[in-house]
Structures are given as structure tokens and as C-alpha cells.
């Protein structure tokens, strides 16, 4: 790439590429910067700059910057699929895929732009259309196994030409990732033509591919549960952050257990921005804290932060979130955010928390189906899942004595059920007046980036809960490990 570049290019390029190894990523971008004004035109400073931009989440530069290349030079992919990228994070999906557009009319389209167009309208709902795009991405490239995975959940009845095609990737796959995929995808396709035992067989073949792709030890993480309660053990919060314009609405959970109906609901009211799964929270406390101990992983710097860190944590926070702040309250959905709620009552006391549970097995097998991004690493065998299940219960047990009057409880069986009381109480709690429309959540045109996309675009439905009985067997183990949560759950909830 460097080759057609001038030598002070290249050594320019390659100093803001060390930088930015080392953390120094205002500098590298202040390097980039310059280097651009004097070379307009030199397309790796951008691309680098695009990537820079993307992952400190600078989407309005990273948007300027995008179409400015684009004004200079129109056939400069990496610039357009830049632009794509940042308006889909900004949740200006219909203007992504317009941009988008040019690029699938040239002469030679690639099939991960009809991928990435599919995406983009299964994200607003539109899964019809979405279903064509994925199935013309395919017609470009039958071997792009994502693509199996991303239609999956549009394909309403799988036929035998969906199944024969997609298991005849499977025999000639040779990669763990797009093996993964190709099963998780025929899991989907068997279970929604009712064949249960086809699709956990598929599920397990994929499951064990995925993991094998993972550096994963759940003892690190039972441990880490155990040292973040011993950690944060008393009910010490900061002063109000008197920058704070909108209240932010952290929603947190295992994954599965109803975060994303929770937001969709609440996103509904007039008064509430949906933020999705942000980063900012980790993003603010990396900004925040000293050098000394921005060394040490967490929970151990919380040892030693005093009140001041907390308060830069969280003015870093709302600096970042500041795009979400157009309506009173806006929602935090990361459901791991869950460990981090001593974090969160420090650094942002008038923050509300909304915990989401859902029946033991229902929340396992539902984790164990789906295929997640690298951070969901507990969810591909069975004992580990559950292990993590109890070792979650217990931090959250936790929470919920040292802060009793702070956490919002919700619990997935009773919304599906008693739907109105339940959103009304939750808005209560939170301080938000009744909305009808929060009962028309399947309504909301937002975009969904989760897996739970198509499931929050129709009205509530009570056929998920007890789903995990149509495997009974063999979810059994897991079970067995389990009983004792699973006997107060069922018993506090009279399921």
C-alpha cells in the first residue's frame, strides 16, 4: 500500500501507525491531520484515519471526513463504505443505504456490500428486502457463510433448496468461523420447520466449531464476578454530575433476557433516545483514568480510584454519549454492563439501572442458540454457560442488596404477560410519564442492531417462554446444574 506513497508519506503514515500501537491516538490523528493537508489526495491516510475515527466513535468527524474524500475523489471505495458504516452507527439507515447504492451498480459489485445492504434493512425491519439482498450477495458468492447466518432468522419457512444448499457449504467448509456460521444458520432453518433434534445437532456442531475459535476460561470470569463484590462492597456514590443534560438508562443482563424488548419499549416514549450496545461507558473509563491505573484491569483499579476519577468517568461518559442527549433520557443497552453497576453509581449517580431476568433455562438455551460476536465467549458449551449463569446470579444478588431502592427490576415472564402493568411500573420507576405508545413497540421504526431485531418487530408473544422444554434432553445437564435457581425462580415468579 505504502509503495506509491512519497518517502515523507510513508515515514509519516508509519509514525502515526506507532503512535496509535502505543494509545497515542491524538497524536496519530493530529500526524494524519497534517499529512492530509498537504497531500489531499493520498488515500491510506484517510483509510488510516477512517479506522482511527471509527474506533474512538468520532462518528460526526469520521462522517465529515468520509464524504470530503468522496467530494475529491468519487471512486474511492474505502471513503463511501466509510460513510456507510458511520450513518448506519448514527442510525440514519435510509441515508446509509442510499450511499450505499453506487457502489452495487458498478460493473464488478462485491457480494459483502449486498451483505452489508442486507443488514442494514434487516436492522430497520424491512426483512423482506433484506431477504433479497442476502440471497443476491449469495448469487455473487455461494461461500460467504455470514451471509447464510445474517438471512437466517428472514427466512420465514426454510425450504429444501435453502437447507440442500446450505449443507452442501457445510461439506467442503473447512473454516471453524464459516462452519459456525453454515450450522448456526441450519440450527435456525430446522428448528423453524420444528425438527428440534436436527437443529441442537446443528446447534452443537456449531457451538464446539465456534469455541474452538476462543481463548476462553470461565474460571477467569467466576473469579472476576467474585472480586468485583468484593470489591465494591459499600453504598458509596459521588455528587451529581452537573454537566449532565439527559439521564442515561442502563439496561443490563445476561444477553437473551429481554434487554433489547426493554429498550424497544422505552425507546417507544417520546421522551427516550435509544443508544443500543454502547462502548462508551469502557471508552470513558479508559479516557479517565490515571496512567497508573489505566494499567490495571478491573475490578483492581477500583480499589484505588477515589471520588474524582469517578466524577471524570462520568463527564467522559456524557461527552461521548452527548449524540443520544436530544430527549430527556436515552438508553445505555450493553448487557454486561451489569458488572460494572458499582461503576455506574459512582460516576453517574442520577443514572437509572434496569435489570433484566428471564427464566434460568429459557435465558441459557437462548444464549447457548445464538451466534454472538467474540465478546459472548461463555455461551458455546453448555457447562460453561451455566457455570457463568450462576456466577452472574450471584454478582446480581449482590447489586441488589448493596443497592435495593436503585435497581429496576424486570422480569421477562411477567412483561409478556401483565404487559401494560409492567411497562407502567417501569416507567414509573424511572420517572417518565404513561405513553400508550410504549404498548406499539413492534411500531418503532429505530434501527435494532442486536440479534433480537426481528423478534422486538412483532407484538409481544408468550410461545418463549418454557421454549427451552422442546430440548429438554438435552439441555437436561445443564439443567441438573442449575435446579436450585431454577426452583426459586420458578416459585418467586409461579411459572
Same mark, same amino acid.
Given at each position: ?6 518517502? /515523507? ?55 465529515? !471526513? ?27 439507515? /435510509?441515508?446509509?443505504?442510499? %450511499?450505499?447504492?453506487?457502489?452495487? +451498480? ?31 450477495? !449469495? ?50 432453518? &430446522? ?42 462492597? +459499600?453504598?458509596?456514590?459521588?455528587? %451529581? ?36 450496545? !454502547?462502548?462508551?461507558?469502557?471508552? %470513558? ?19 484505588? %480510584? ?65 451466534? &454472538? ?123
Amino acid at each position: 500500500m505504502l509503495a506509491s506513497l512519497s518517502a /515523507e508519506e510513508s515515514a509519516t503514515i508509519a509514525t502515526a501507525q506507532l503512535a496509535w500501537r502505543r494509545g497515542q491516538t491524538d497524536l496519530a490523528q493530529q500526524q494524519l491531520k497534517t499529512l492530509l493537508q498537504q497531500a489531499p489526495y493520498c488515500q491510506p491516510a484517510y483509510e488510516m484515519m477512517f479506522a482511527l475515527l471509527g474506533s474512538a466513535r468520532q462518528y460526526p468527524a469520521l462522517l465529515t !471526513l468520509a464524504e470530503h474524500a468522496n467530494s475529491l475523489m468519487p471512486q474511492f471505495i474505502a471513503a463511501t463504505l466509510a460513510k456507510v458504516n458511520c450513518l448506519r452507527a448514527l442510525q440514519q439507515h /435510509e441515508r446509509a443505504i442510499a %450511499a450505499l447504492a453506487p457502489l452495487l +451498480k458498478t460493473d464488478a459489485p462485491k457480494a459483502d456490500w449486498f451483505m452489508l445492504k442486507g443488514l442494514l434493512l434487516k436492522e430497520i425491519g424491512q426483512f423482506s428486502m433484506a431477504l433479497v439482498s442476502f440471497n443476491q450477495a !449469495l448469487s455473487f458468492d455461494e461461500k460467504l457463510y455470514e451471509a447464510y447466518w445474517l438471512r437466517a432468522d428472514t427466512l420465514n419457512k426454510p425450504s429444501k433448496v435453502d437447507i440442500n444448499q446450505m449443507q452442501q457449504q457445510l461439506e467442503h467448509c473447512t473454516d471453524d468461523r464459516g462452519y459456525a456460521q453454515l450450522c448456526y444458520a441450519l440450527a435456525r432453518a &430446522f428448528e423453524k420447520n420444528q425438527d428440534f433434534s436436527e437443529s441442537f445437532s446443528f446447534l452443537t456442531r456449531g457451538a464446539n466449531a465456534k469455541r474452538r475459535t476462543l481463548r476462553f476460561n470461565i474460571e477467569t470470569d467466576v473469579a472476576e464476578h467474585q472480586h468485583i463484590a468484593r470489591v465494591f462492597n +459499600k453504598t458509596i456514590t459521588s455528587t %451529581a454530575n452537573s454537566r449532565q443534560i439527559s439521564t442515561p438508562v442502563f439496561i443490563c443482563g445476561l444477553p437473551r433476557s429481554g434487554t433489547t424488548l426493554v429498550e424497544q419499549i422505552l425507546s417507544s416514549h417520546p421522551d427516550v433516545s435509544a443508544g443500543d450496545e !454502547l462502548f462508551e461507558l469502557a471508552q %470513558a473509563t479508559a479516557d479517565s483514568l490515571p496512567a497508573q491505573l489505566n494499567q490495571i484491569k478491573f475490578p483492581l483499579w477500583a480499589e484505588h %480510584a477515589d471520588t474524582a476519577v469517578y466524577q471524570t468517568i462520568g463527564q467522559r461518559y456524557l461527552q461521548l454519549t452527548e449524540r443520544l442527549q436530544k430527549t430527556p433520557y436515552f438508553t445505555d443497552k450493553m448487557p454486561l454492563n451489569y458488572k460494572a453497576i458499582g461503576v455506574i453509581r459512582q460516576a453517574l449517580p442520577q443514572a437509572k439501572i434496569v435489570y433484566c431476568q428471564r427464566h434460568p433455562m429459557d435465558t441459557v438455551f437462548s444464549c447457548y442458540k445464538q451466534l &454472538f460476536a467474540d465478546g459472548i465467549a461463555f455461551s458455546y458449551q453448555l457447562d460453561e454457560l451455566a457455570s457463568y449463569y450462576r456466577s452472574h446470579h450471584n454478582l446480581m444478588q449482590h447489586w441488589l442488596a448493596l443497592y435495593p431502592n436503585d435497581i429496576i427490576v424486570v422480569t421477562y415472564e411477567q412483561l409478556v404477560r401483565h404487559q401494560e402493568r409492567e411497562t407502567r411500573e417501569l416507567l414509573c420507576h424511572l420517572g417518565l410519564s404513561w405513553d400508550p405508545s410504549c404498548l406499539q413497540f413492534h411500531k418503532n421504526s429505530r434501527a435494532v442492531y442486536t440479534v433480537s431485531s426481528t423478534q422486538v418487530r412483532q407484538p409481544l408473544y408468550s410461545q418463549s417462554i418454557g421454549y427451552w422444554q422442546h430440548y429438554a434432553e438435552q439441555l437436561q445437564p445443564a439443567a441438573t446444574q442449575l435446579q436450585d435457581l431454577i426452583d426459586i425462580y420458578e416459585q418467586s415468579y409461579a411459572l
